[in-house]
């Protein structure tokens, strides 16, 4: 099997990139780009350390990212597992990679930049939910990329068609999946446990 392992070979297989692909990478959020973060309910986290790599999601009601400035997001970290990866990550690499999805919408927002972990009060204290639970930090990151990227992957994924949808009875419960794989866990109580996380427990 072929290798690629050095940035000419790689560019040898590929068509060279228009000069609009170029041209649409921007230093700062514009309006748009500002409009699309304010309809995002769903976010992917790229970040990276010496301990590896790490893609992780975001979700909240859309607008949950809050655009300080042209240049500064503020990103809030809700209730999850406490594995912590993507902070610990931030704290040895600032970089990371932030991909903004609209629901019914083909395109994507990439936003690239640096991060680092806030707890100030008055930072947090405006993304609490039901005016109480104040995250426990947020991520402010300082963009150095942005653009807009084409919909053609989501519309080879159909990602939108419901009627690609897969049912609930079509894919194991959580709960049971871990069971599954760790020795000793018990599913019905795992599936319970995660009910109550993902209902009352949610934030």
Avoid at 122 to 150: D, N, R, Y
């Amino acid at each position: 099997m072929s290798e690629i392992k050095d940035t000419m070979a790689l560019r040898q297989a590929y068509a060279e990139p228009g000069e609009l692909v170029l041209k649409k990478v921007m230093p700062r959020l514009d309006g748009h780009a500002r409009r699309f973060i304010g309809l995002s309910p769903f976010l992917a986290i790229a970040s990276s350390s010496g301990a590896g790599t790490d893609c992780s999601p975001r979700g909240d009601a859309p607008g949950f990212v809050q655009v300080v400035d042209d240049i500064t997001l503020l990103v809030p970290d809700r209730r999850g597992n406490n594995l912590l990866d993507t902070l610990q990550n931030v704290l040895v690499k600032p970089e990371i990679g932030l991909l903004f999805f609209v629901p019914g919408l083909n395109e994507t927002l990439r936003v690239n930049g640096r991060a680092r972990i806030v707890t100030d009060p008055a930072v947090l204290e405006p993304m609490a939910i039901k005016g109480t639970i104040v995250p426990s930090s947020a991520m402010e990151v300082t963009v150095t990329q942005v653009f807009f990227h084409c919909g053609r992957s989501v519309l080879r994924a159909d990602l939108w068609n419901p009627a690609k949808k897969v049912g609930r009875d079509d894919f194991p419960l959580l709960g049971t999946i871990i069971a599954d794989q760790i020795k000793g866990v018990d599913a019905n109580k795992t599936n319970e446990n995660l009910k109550v996380a993902y209902t009352t427990n949610l934030y």
